[in-house]
């Protein structure tokens, strides 16, 4: 069983940057493949980045590449999601999902483990 906690949610102003963190107990972390989505009220959930479980590749949806950054610390068993340039669009809650071994897919069926979420807010 692997516990995923994610933190760093906040209220911004539109332009502005907030980072997410998701820690994550349990089995060996490095093994895990980690991904973010994101759902908004009324909204589906949508894929926004996977980082593969050997840190080889990294995805982004077209939404959100060039702004936000997606990183892993094995020695912390923490994924970073450095988002920068925020857009009203952007407000939703967030969740960190894990895949082991997974190939980093933007589907979020293919991810085992899930957090609670964290509320971001991008005020115009």
């Known amino acids: 069983q692997v516990q995923l906690v994610e933190s760093g949610g906040g209220l911004v102003q539109a332009g502005g940057s907030l980072r997410l963190s998701c820690t994550t107990s349990?089995?060996?972390?490095?093994?895990?493949?980690m991904a973010w989505f994101r759902q908004a009220p009324g909204k589906e959930r949508e894929f926004v980045t996977a980082?593969?479980?050997?840190?080889?590749?990294?995805r982004y949806a077209d939404s959100v590449k060039g702004r936000f950054t997606f990183s892993r610390d094995n020695a912390e068993n923490t994924v970073y999601l450095q988002m920068n340039s925020l857009k009203p669009e952007d407000t939703a809650v967030y969740h960190c999902?894990?895949?082991?071994?997974?190939?980093?897919?933007?589907?979020?069926?293919?991810?085992?483990?899930w957090g609670q979420g964290t509320q971001v807010t991008v005020s115009s």
């Open positions: 980082i593969k479980y050997n840190g080889d590749s990294t």
């Open positions: 349990g089995r060996t972390f490095s093994g895990y493949t």
């Open positions: 999902a894990a895949d082991w071994m997974g190939s980093g897919s933007a589907f979020w069926r293919s991810y085992d483990y």
